[in-house]
């Protein structure tokens, strides 16, 4: 065989792992082993890329400079992954995405000043620019994603006077230029393009705001797997069509189910600014209306006599660190024979299934953690629903209030048990910026705090009893 | 067209149904870790980028296919390792829930 074969047979194997990966991604069982088999595939393939000759028998040159510049990413990305907090995981990946993003676009550019004295054909050209247009959105659209995350910037959606236009105007922008590139295979014109690219991806995601930062993080990263597809096509190299399309057909998927889960189109939420609506509820409910609020003995009790208490967890639990307590006051409670259960809302957190990560982490039984179709059909036998730093997620103006920008949302009821308890810092309203009718039903008790502190609390209160 | 081209178009096709035939069985809770694995499965732009760092001859070309490089490690280190990092959690589990698994196993 020779070493052109060989090569393209490891790739093969690469892109076989690729697929097992992420099939036993699905299942939790063989998740961990999947993530393994893809980086040992991933492994190989760059292994094999080393020793790739071109058309005339030519090794790769410059091998010390790209020996430099994979050490330059390892040592940036792993302490980077490693140490960061868990409940930054969602801007880790949105960052590591963007730069995947920009790494397509700057390869198919690349790409295209090299074979451009060969006259490429137009189809070579128009692979190219789908792969510096995407992928520099994606790059500059991440980076942005990951400003609001990381709180670099508001998270609310930004508009301003004349958005649309300006949004046209880049957009067009951008059409003429691949039609002009297409006839003239201009480098400068590439660059210009790669520049309006660069502002459509920040134009796009600054009016994009609030709980729909995730489903943009998976839809930039689906962009990026078909950036990547793209720059295959131009390099000839069946594997990164094969990686790139399965991330961009999968990534399109998932986007889909976010958004789904969320009872909203995905262009509603990428073109209709979100939260800039929120007038429509907010208006009239002042937070000075009265509450009424409890101490941490009095809840204590309550739930230490209850038969079934079904917590509802949120954001808001992973800023305050307050996992372990719950499990542990959860683990209180079932000792004295409380039925413990938890809700996990599909966009809990920051993305989907992040909750179930961050309660993982805190050694929450895997089986206790129910989804929300699940748990809201037996909800209304719950005693008490104990929502801890949620609160959009049970926000009953999704079902009730066709004026809230949160209308038709899918949440968690816990209006239909028979109490429920909010563990909240403040009156301030969650992620999207809406008031909470929840918190001034009569059958509702606040306690005020930080949500480690009064879980803290809490635990103290059952285990004295 | 070119048979090439045609190749290609066809390894798309039908990467793009498998893509979606693998993803549509995920349980939601892993939702999170999908992302994230299926962010560093497409880090194989590292392949790309050395292909063209590898065959830059002028000097523009060598920065950028160097640039690419960087970028494009990051995205395939990082996006592995916070990947094992989460599923890690997911391993954790009490050694009643493990005997439970396996009674609903059997």
Redesign the interface.
Known sequence: MSRGTLIDLAYLVAATTFIIALKFLGSPKRARLGNLIAAGGMALAVLATFFHQNANGKGLLHIPLMLVGMAIGVVVAVPAARFMQITAMPQLVAIFNGVGGGAAALVSITEFMHIKSGHPATYVILEVLLGVLIGTVSFSGSAIAYAKLQELMTGRPITYPGQQVINAIFGLAALGLIVAILVTASTVLLWVLLADAFILGIIFVLPIGGADVPVLISLLNSFTGLAVAASGFTLGSNLLIVAGTLVGASGILLTRMMSKAMGRSLPNILFSAFGSVVTATGGAAGSDRPVRSGTPEDIGVMMAYSSKVIIIPGYGLAVAQGQSALRELAEELEARGVEVEYAIHPVAGRMPGHMNVLLAEANVPYEKLKEMDEINSDIATADIALVVGANDTVNPAAKNDPGSPIYGMPIINADQAENVVFLKRSMRPGFAGIENELLYDPKTILLFGDAKDSLTKLVAVVKGM | ??N??LQ?LT??IL??????E?????????????????????????????????????N???V???????????????????????????????P??KK??EEDAS
Do not use: C, W
């Open positions: 067209m070119s090439q081209l290609y390894v798309f990467s793009a149904f498998v893509g979606v693998i993803i549509s069985k995920v349980p939601s809770i892993l939702h999170t870790p999908l992302m994230s694995g299926s962010n560093a499965i497409h880090g194989v732009i590292l392949v790309g980028a050395m292909l063209v760092l590898g065959s830059a001859n002028t523009l070309e060598e950028l296919g160097f640039i690419a490089v960087i970028l494009a490690t990051l995205n395939v280190v990082g996006g592995f390792v916070v990947t094992d990092r989460m599923l890690e959690l997911f391993k954790s589990k009490s009643s829930k439970k698994v």
